[in-house]
């Protein structure tokens, strides 16, 4: 029963039940989405399910293996599960323990192992965000950074065959990414941090 009350998790139907401190990182998770990741056509494909109400947010606070493993297959089963018109995609947020973005991608990599071993990677797939997301071999304070930093330690599940589908109309994918930091350096610094402010 200890263990059970150390994880939470969000079924967007009935938002009114979470602790004020839960709801705060939903609110705060959601502004993130809608100004920077809509707002900016960050990604071109999310406008469509957040409007339509399909995003499953989920919060963790466990810090503990077990937990943490307990907490990701419990949300991965609730996607497969679901229909897509009611939860299109899912996002699980942590509270506690990742701060270091090498202890965040530690935690993904052990998931992005769980996912292989259950051989579901032909049904999902995973995505990162961080609030110090640095990508490798760029430049620190490179303003492209942030088109992946977000206000809690997050992974996003994402359904394959929506991406499949999706990107089967986009003629160059690999655009999506340099339009973004092309999008970022027209704002400036100041802008971006303003949008962002716990990746300065």
Known sequence: MAKQKRIYRINKFDSETLSKAHQDVVTKTRRWLEKMVVGLNLCP???SVI???QVHYAICDATADAQL????????????????????TSLLMFTRGLDEFGDYLDLLDWFQQLLEAAELTEHVQLASFHPQYQFEGVA?????????????PTIH???????TKVLAHVSDPEKIYLDNIETLNKLGRQQVEALCPWGK
């Not at 493993?69 to 679901?82: D, I, P, T």
């Not at 620190?140 to 809690?152: E, K």
């Open 45 to 47: 494909f999310s406008s």
């Open 51 to 53: 409007a339509r109400d």
């Open 69 to 88: 493993k307990q907490f990701y297959v419990e949300e991965l089963n609730r996607l497969l599960e679901a229909n897509e018109n009611d939860i299109a």
């Open 140 to 152: 620190a304070d490179d303003l492209s950074h942030f088109t992946n930093r977000s206000p809690y």
């Open 157 to 163: 599940i994402l359904r394959q065959a929506q991406m």
